[in-house]
Nanobody, 126 residues
Framework: QMQLVASGGGSVQAGGSLRLSCAVL???MAWFRQAPGKEREGVAS????????YYADSVKGRFTISQDNAKNTLYLQMNSLKPEDTAMYYC????????????????????????WGQGTQVTVSS
């Protein structure tokens, strides 16, 4: 089980941008977030082999998940940030599975991931 290190969080005003990074390279990689008093939710996932990406409806068109194979780094580019994006963001790594193939993407079930980052805080002010 790997200990992942996520970075890139910070405080920005609404409409701003941040890019999160995480040193990881596995079949399925994802970003999750958890706001105070709320459950953890999947934000974006990437299935490395076909390059299939998936986004939560709340971030579609604003966030982009990508990976640099040469650097073994996962990114989450976050644009047009909103106050409701404020949360601790976690990167996660896991294997592909029969569910991955059936869905055509990596999922947002935390149980599918075996390694997690320590979290990086994103705060968006209005």
């Amino acid at each position: 089980q790997m200990q992942l290190v996520a970075s890139g969080g910070g405080s920005v005003q609404a409409g701003g941008s941040l890019r999160l990074s995480c040193a990881v390279l596995t079949d399925c990689m994802a970003w999750f977030r958890q706001a105070p008093g709320k459950e953890r939710e999947g934000v974006a996932s990437l299935w490395i082999h076909p390059g299939s990406t998936y986004y939560a409806d709340s971030v579609k068109g604003r966030f982009t998940i990508s990976q640099d194979n040469a650097k073994n780094t996962l990114y989450l580019q976050m644009n047009s940030l909103k106050p409701e994006d404020t949360a601790m963001y976690y990167c996660a790594a896991g294997p592909q599975s029969t569910s991955t193939w059936a869905r055509g993407r990596c999922g947002f079930n935390g149980n599918e991931y075996y390694s997690w980052g320590q979290g990086t805080q994103v705060t968006v002010s209005s």
